[in-house]
Nanobody, 120 residues
Framework: QVQLVESGGGLVQAGGSLSLSCVGF????????MGWFRQAPGKEREFLGA????????YYADSVKGRFTISRDNAKNTVYLQMNSLKPEDTALYYC?????????????WGQGTQVTVSS
């Protein structure tokens, strides 16, 4: 059984920073790519970025490139999303997910999400 638990969300002013964490419970965390997504009310879920299983490569959506950074610590079964220069349009529910076969394919397990609210 795989369980992903996000934390670190909250309320921040525009221009501020937040760091999200996602802990994976299961013995195979280090063998999967991990991705971050978000969904704002009334909008479709948006891919933000992902890291391969070793963490040596990361990929980002254009909307967050240069502001968000993904990293992982396989010894702690944790993947991180560092968010800088936050904007009100970054307000959303943020999810981590496990890549089934790769970072660019299907994601099979999802966390419950953590809310990020950016005030103007």
């Amino acid at each position: 059984q795989v369980q992903l638990v996000e934390s670190g969300g909250g309320l921040v002013q525009a221009g501020g920073s937040l760091s999200l964490s996602c802990v994976g419970f299961g013995r195979t965390f280090s063998t999967y790519a991990m991705g971050w997504f978000r969904q704002a009310p009334g909008k479709e879920r948006e891919f933000l970025g992902a890291t391969i299983k070793s963490g040596s490569s990361t990929y980002y959506a254009d909307s967050v490139k240069g502001r968000f950074t993904i990293s992982r610590d396989n010894a702690k079964n944790t993947v991180y999303l560092q968010m800088n220069s936050l904007k009100p349009e970054d307000t959303a529910l943020y999810y981590c997910a496990r890549g089934l076969a790769s970072w660019y394919g299907e994601y099979d397990y999802w966390g419950q999400g953590t809310q990020v609210t950016v005030s103007s």
